[in-house]
């Protein structure tokens, strides 16, 4: 989004860099040149901005009114949510082996006793590493030696 947006002054930086999220930086990765505009970011976090608000608080009020068995299913929700997100990333093989390769590694790590956010940390900066590697691996293919 930065490197989108440099040409803006700091202000419209500074001003559009309190609204970004997760969800709201894969939603902007995925426009096309000409919605990369102030406008077009602006509107998008925004509004994820102003839902998360209005719906934190729904989720306040409605919480002590539903059951438990509900309020633990929609701890589910997070997780698909962050599976929707990466979906769209991992459409292409070498993405995919580098999320597998990062869910292996929390998996493995978890069951060894590593500590929850530590295992998370090494996996996410192993399946980092990968993904480095197959891109210079796939930049190195394309060079005639």
Same mark, same amino acid.
């Given at each position: 989004?930065?490197?989108?947006?440099?040409?803006?002054?700091?202000?419209?930086?500074?001003?559009?860099?309190?609204?970004?999220?997760?969800?709201?930086?894969?939603?902007?990765?995925?426009?096309?040149?000409?919605?990369?505009?102030?406008?077009?970011?602006?509107?998008?976090?925004?509004?994820?901005?102003?839902?998360?608000?209005?719906?934190?608080?729904?989720?306040?009020?409605?919480? &002590? +009114?539903?059951?438990?068995?509900? #309020?633990?299913?929609?701890?589910?929700?997070?997780? @698909?949510?962050? =599976?929707? %997100?990466?979906?769209?990333?991992?459409?292409?093989?070498?993405?995919?082996?580098?999320?597998?390769?990062?869910?292996?590694?929390?998996?493995?790590?978890? &069951? +060894?006793?590593?500590?929850?956010? #530590?295992?998370?940390?090494?996996?996410?900066?192993? @399946?980092?590493? =990968?993904? %480095?590697?197959?891109?210079?691996?796939?930049?190195?293919?394309?060079?005639?030696?």
């Amino acid at each position: 989004m930065n490197y989108d947006l440099k040409q803006l002054n700091f202000i419209k930086r500074l001003l559009i860099s309190i609204f970004v999220t997760d969800e709201t930086f894969a939603v902007t990765s995925r426009y096309p040149e000409e919605r990369k505009t102030f406008t077009d970011y602006f509107i998008t976090l925004f509004v994820s901005y102003l839902f998360w608000v209005v719906f934190t608080v729904v989720g306040y009020l409605t919480g &002590e +009114i539903m059951s438990e068995k509900l #309020v633990i299913s929609s701890g589910i929700a997070l997780y @698909a949510l962050f =599976i929707a %997100l990466l979906m769209p990333a991992v459409r292409d093989f070498k993405n995919f082996v580098v999320a597998f390769m990062g869910m292996g590694m929390h998996f493995i790590l978890k &069951e +060894i006793g590593v500590a929850a956010g #530590v295992s998370i940390v090494l996996a996410m900066v192993g @399946a980092a590493l =990968i993904g %480095l590697i197959l891109e210079v691996k796939d930049k190195n293919k394309g060079t005639v030696t």
